[in-house]
T-cell receptor, first 111, second 111 residues
């Protein structure tokens, strides 16, 4: 069974800090996803990665397939980045969004 | 507005009852996914439909069923409801080459 572990569970940062959230998984995957869940409950897909690195604005996601590890970085964090960030994986032979989810990292950015 | 519409937003019902959750996917998306988010289990993939046909099943209980209609909207039917079925139910849709889009969810409370 593919387990997805995220760390830390909770993270509090000062505005402007560089933030890193980590995700590790136990078996081979076809893709890894980073999702953002706002306090109101809505979920937004941030990245889908199968290798390398992707950047969107202040967000950067990387994945190391050999080490079965991914990181989500937020540069120059802002209070509006406060949310739960969820790592999820899909594996070969399954549809892209038949996902196994991590438990999430709750980020609070303080002004 | 993400383009994926879920109704109702909130639902309160009694144990033993049956409810239907509805999802209209983003225009052009053929795949619909259902997920459940509960406090104890976190996010779980339930079931996927593609262009009217069931494509994959995840951790979906036998008391739950879903279908996708010719106009591509989907319904998730939950029957013989138990207290433990209280959760947020998300629908998401995707198409080849497009990232998944989540609806805002239906919050089900079983009392």
């Amino acid at each position: 069974k593919n387990e997805v572990e995220q760390s830390p569970q909770n993270l509090t940062a000062q505005e402007g800090e560089f933030i890193t959230i980590n995700c590790s998984y136990s078996v081979g995957i076809s893709a890894l996803h980073w999702l953002q869940q706002h306090p109101g409950g809505g979920i937004v897909s941030l990245f889908m990665l199968s290798s390398g690195k992707k950047k969107h604005g202040r967000l950067i996601a990387t994945i190391n397939i050999q080490e079965k590890h991914s990181s989500l970085h937020i540069t120059a964090s802002h209070p509006r980045d406060s949310a739960v960030y969820i790592c999820a994986v899909s594996y070969s032979g399954a549809g892209s969004y038949q996902l196994t989810f991590g438990k999430g990292t709750k980020l609070s950015v303080i002004p | 507005d993400s383009g994926v519409t879920q109704t109702p937003k909130h639902l309160i019902t009694a144990t033993g009852q049956r409810v239907t959750l509805r999802c209209s996917p983003r225009s052009g998306d053929l795949s619909v996914y259902w997920y459940q988010q509960s406090l104890d289990q976190g996010l779980q993939f339930l079931i996927q439909y593609y262009n009217g046909e069931e494509r994959a099943k995840g951790n979906i209980l036998e008391r739950f069923s879903a279908q996708q209609f010719p106009d591509l909207h989907s319904e998730l039917n939950l029957s013989s409801l138990e207290l433990g079925d209280s959760a947020l139910y998300f629908c998401a849709s995707s198409a080849t080459g497009r990232r998944v889009t989540f609806g805002s969810g239906t919050r089900l409370t079983v009392v």
